[in-house]
C-alpha cells in the first residue's frame, strides 16, 4: 500500500505519545549533551594538549610527535565526542530507546537484505558522481595502481563507512529525529532535522584558529568552543551545506518509508564507503566547472544534489511502506 511518508504515525513517536500529541521533552536532553559536550572539551582541550607537548618533549617518538603537530582546534573537536560517548547511554534510556527493537533496528535476514540493498544505492549514487567527474574533468590517481593498495584503501574506507553508518544513523535518525518528530509535525520534523544534520558537519574553520597567535591557554578552549557553534557563520559553502541537507532529508524519508534503520545504515555506508576510498586513491584537477561536477569531497558540486534530489522526490512519491517493517 503506498502511502506518503510525512504522515503522522505512532511507531516513530517518543515517550509512549500517539501521534496527536507533540512534546518537546526529548529537546532538553539535546541541548544539554550537545552543549554540555562543547563546555567539556573547552575545559579538558588545554591540558590535554599540553601533556602532549610536555611528553613530546621528554620522550620523543613518532606517535607524540605526530600528535604534538596537531593543530589545537583538532584537540578540541576530538575531545568534545568523549562526554557525547558517555552521556548517549543516558538520553537513550530518557527517550526509551534502550532496546535496537526500540531503535528500530532490524537485526533480522529481511533486515540485513535492506541493509545490503541500500549499501548497492549508496555506492551506485556516489559511483556514477565519481564516472560524471571523470568524462567531464581531469582526475589522476594519486600514485601508480597497485592492487594490494587500491585493496587496503577500499578496505579501510568500507570499514570506516560501515562504522559511521552506524553511529550517525543510530544518533541523527534513531534519535535526533525522532525528538524533532515527537515535538512537531513529520514534514518539519523531516526539514528541520535535516538541517540540524548539515550544521553539525561543519566545525570551527581552520583559518580562524590560523589568525590568532595560536598560543594555547585556558581561554583557547572557549574560544574554540564558540567558533565551533558559530563556524558555520564564516566562509559559508553553499553546496556543501545543500548536499549535507539533502542527504538529511533522503536519510530522513528513507527512514519514515521503512521504519527501519537498516536501509538508512547501509545507504549511508555505501556513500561513505565509495567517497573515502575515490578521495584516497584520486586527485580532482581544479576547473570552471568545479561547482557543477563537485571535487574529491563530492559534496561540493551540484551534481551530488541533483542526484540526491531525484532519489529523495522517488522516495517522497513512490514509498513502499512493508519493505522492511517487518524485518
Known amino acids: 500500500m503506498n502511502k506518503s511518508p510525512f504522515r ?22 539535546l541541548a544539554l549533551v550537545y552543549f554540555g559536550a562543547i563546555a567539556c572539551a573547552a575545559l579538558l582541550a588545554p591540558p590535554v594538549y599540553w601533556a602532549v607537548v610536555a611528553w613530546a618533549d621528554v620522550s620523543p617518538n613518532s606517535l607524540n610527535a605526530y600528535l604534538a603537530n596537531k593543530s589545537f582546534d583538532d584537540y578540541f573537536d576530538r575531545l568534545r565526542w568523549v562526554p557525547v560517548l558517555i552521556a548517549f547511554p543516558w538520553i537513550f534510556r530518557f527517550c526509551g530507546l534502550f532496546s535496537w527493537d526500540a531503535l528500530k533496528v532490524k537485526w533480522s535476514l529481511e533486515g540485513s537484505l535492506a541493509w545490503f540493498r541500500w549499501f548497492g ?8 558522481i565519481a564516472v560524471l567527474q571523470g568524462l567531464q574533468t581531469a582526475v589522476d590517481p594519486h600514485e601508480s595502481y597497485r592492487l594490494f ?8 574506507a568500507l570499514v570506516g563507512g560501515v562504522l559511521l553508518g552506524f553511529l550517525e544513523e543510530i544518533i541523527f535518525r534513531g534519535l535526533i529525529f ?10 518539519w520534523a523531516t526539514c528541520l532535522s535535516a538541517l540540524f544534520f548539515a550544521y553539525t558537519h561543519f566545525k ?5 584558529w590560523d589568525a590568532t597567535d595560536q598560543v594555547v591557554t585556558w581561554k583557547s578552549g572557549f574560544f574554540v568552543g564558540l567558533w565551533t557553534i558559530l563556524g558555520i557563520t564564516q566562509n559559508f559553502e553553499p ?19 521503512t521504519r527501519s534503520l537498516m536501509p538508512c545504515m547501509g545507504f549511508h555506508a555505501g556513500v561513505v564507503t565509495v567517497m573515502l576510498s575515490y578521495k584516497k586513491l584520486f586527485f580532482i584537477h581544479e576547473d570552471s566547472m568545479r561547482w557543477l561536477w563537485g571535487g574529491g569531497k563530492m559534496v561540493d558540486g551540484l551534481m551530488t544534489g ?14 513502499k511502506r512493508d519493505e522492511t517493517s517487518n524485518s
Open 239 to 257: 553546496l556543501p551545506f545543500l548536499n549535507l541537507c539533502l542527504l538529511g532529508l533522503v536519510l530522513n524519508v528513507l527512514f519514515m518509508r
Open 306 to 319: 541533483m542526484l540526491l534530489a531525484m532519489l529523495l522526490l522517488m522516495l517522497s512519491l513512490f514509498p
Open 204 to 208: 570551527m574553520p581552520d583559518a580562524i
Open 149 to 156: 593498495r587500491v585493496l587496503g584503501v577500499v578496505f579501510k
Open 8 to 29: 503522522d504515525s505512532d511507531d516513530l513517536m517518543l515517550f509512549g505519545l500517539d501521534s496527536r500529541v507533540h512534546s518537546w521533552r526529548g529537546f532538553w536532553p
Open 121 to 128: 544505492m549508496g555506492v551506485v549514487l556516489v559511483a556514477a
Open 178 to 187: 525522532r525528538i524533532f518528530y515527537t515535538a512537531m509535525a513529520p514534514f
